[in-house]
C-alpha cells in the first residue's frame, strides 16, 4: 500500500519561498503519476502540477508555472514543490496524490487520484 506524507509547510511572508517534500512509501512512486493539489478555505481542490510516469514529462496549472517547480528523486521515492514568490492567494492545504494512470496525467482531475497524503499548511502572511 503506496503512502505519502506531505512536508514543509508553514507561515511565510509575501515574496517567500517554500519547498514542500512528499515522501512515498510501502511502493515505489515509479510506476504511478504523481500530483500536487491545493485546496484553499471554502475552495474546491486544484491541481497544481502533475508528473507522468512513463516520460517523466511535468504539466503544470497556467496560473502558477511561472513560480512552482516541481521535482522529482527517485533514489528518495520524494517529489518536490518549490514555490516561490508566494502570494497571500497561494495559502491553502498542500496535498500529493499517486494513482496509475493511463494517459497524460494533466487530463485527470483530483477525484481521480487514490492515493492522497494528509497534507501540508501553507499559509502566506505578512
Known amino acids: 500500500q503506496l503512502r505519502l506524507v506531505e512536508s514543509g509547510g508553514g507561515l511565510v511572508q509575501p515574496g517567500g519561498s517554500l519547498t514542500l517534500s512528499c515522501v512515498a512509501s510501502?511502493?515505489?512512486?515509479?510506476?504511478?503519476?504523481i500530483g500536487w493539489f491545493r485546496q484553499a478555505p471554502g475552495k474546491e481542490r486544484e491541481t497544481i502540477s502533475c508528473i507522468n510516469s512513463s516520460n517523466r514529462r511535468i504539466n503544470y496549472v497556467d496560473s502558477v508555472k511561472d513560480r512552482f517547480t516541481m521535482s522529482m528523486d527517485d533514489a528518495k521515492n520524494t517529489v518536490f514543490l518549490r514555490i516561490n514568490s508566494l502570494k497571500l492567494e497561494d495559502t491553502a492545504v498542500y496535498y500529493c496524490a499517486a494513482e496509475n494512470l493511463a494517459l497524460s496525467c494533466n487530463l485527470y482531475r483530483p477525484g481521480e487520484y487514490g492515493n492522497w497524503g494528509q497534507g501540508t499548511q501553507v499559509t502566506v502572511s505578512s
Open positions: 510501502g511502493a515505489t512512486l515509479g510506476g504511478n503519476a
